[in-house]
């Protein structure tokens, strides 16, 4: 399933779409986001899965425009640390 993790505010959309169906858990994300953004564990939307899958953590949730602001440039944007690590193609923003 596509999990949708973030916010919508004046300023706009902002979420952080993992595709649990595609993540392995594999966490090759975790150490790669400078912002601390990411975190492997549970599932919180299917307790039965056995394995572990990328998330965004808990108190990022209603500031990710800000949590990743550092790797998204004001005009070009070069690739983003997550989006180019994860050998699953699971990771999306909207923004
Ligand atoms: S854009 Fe940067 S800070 Fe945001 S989740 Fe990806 S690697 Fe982390
Ligand atoms: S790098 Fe990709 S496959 Fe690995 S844990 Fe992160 S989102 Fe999942």
């Not at 602001?69 to 923003?93: Q, T």
């Amino acid at each position: 399933m596509l999990a949708n993790y973030g916010y919508r505010d004046g300023a706009g959309e902002f979420f952080i779409t993992i595709d649990t169906g595609a993540c392995d858990g594999c966490g090759l994300c975790v150490p790669a986001c400078p912002g601390g953004v990411l975190e492997v564990g549970e599932d919180e939307h299917d307790p039965l899965r056995d394995e572990p899958v990328a998330t965004v953590r808990e108190e990022q949730r209603r500031r990710l425009q800000y949590a990743c602001g550092g790797c998204k440039g004001a005009r070009e944007r070069p690739p983003l640390p997550c989006v180019a690590v994860c050998p699953r193609d699971a990771i999306r923003h909207s923004w």
